[in-house]
Structure formats: C-alpha cells, structure tokens
C-alpha cells in the first residue's frame, strides 16, 4: 500500500482551510481543494445533514492521523462525547428525543 503525503490528505486541506479563515484577510475561503478529497456523496450540490457530515469529516480525520506517522493526536479522544437530537412538533409540543 502507498503511503499518502500528509499535504494529499483530508486532514491538511482542512487545516488549510482553518488557516485561511483564521489568517487570511479575505473575505470568503475557496474550499474546492477540500471537497476534491470528500466522498462523492458529499461533493453533490444538494443540501446534506449537518450531523452526519461531522461524523463523517471526524471519521476520515481519525483515518488520515492514524494513517501518519507524524501524528498522536487521538481523534476519539478530543471529540468524545454524545449528542442528543430533539424533535417537537410545533403543533401539540410533544417531544422525542434520541441520544447517540
């Protein structure tokens, strides 16, 4: 298996997303060197869930720094947690809620 540059991974072009925004004067960020690393399910034009894609952009983190060596951070470790997703109905105001 061929080992991937760190500056062809998910992870660097989302730092260098991150660096822009943070750094840079500009008012907007270009991420279309981003989504070229994206599945295809998330490089669509149409509307998608927020939770999932964080979900989806953590686990692709966790692989991209398992993956290089010049890396210990533990993408578990600094996101660990749960998230609870509530429903109301704005007619009665019943609720259900789900944790994952």
Do not use: H
């Not at 500009?26 to 060197?33: E, F, G, H, L, T």
């Not at 989504?35 to 399910?41: D, N, P, Q, S």
């Amino acid at each position: 298996r061929k080992q991937m540059r760190w500056s062809d991974s998910i992870a660097a072009n989302l730092q260098r997303v991150f660096m822009y925004l943070q750094y840079s004067e500009r008012d907007d960020v270009d991420p279309s060197d981003l989504r070229k690393f994206l599945a295809a399910e998330w490089r669509t034009p149409r509307q998608q869930d927020s939770a999932e894609f964080c979900s989806y952009l953590l686990d692709q983190l966790a692989e991209a720094l398992k993956s290089s060596r010049e890396s210990s951070l533990d993408i578990e470790e600094l996101f660990e947690g749960k998230t609870d997703n509530v429903t109301r109905c704005t007619g009665c105001g019943n609720e259900t809620s789900r944790s994952d």
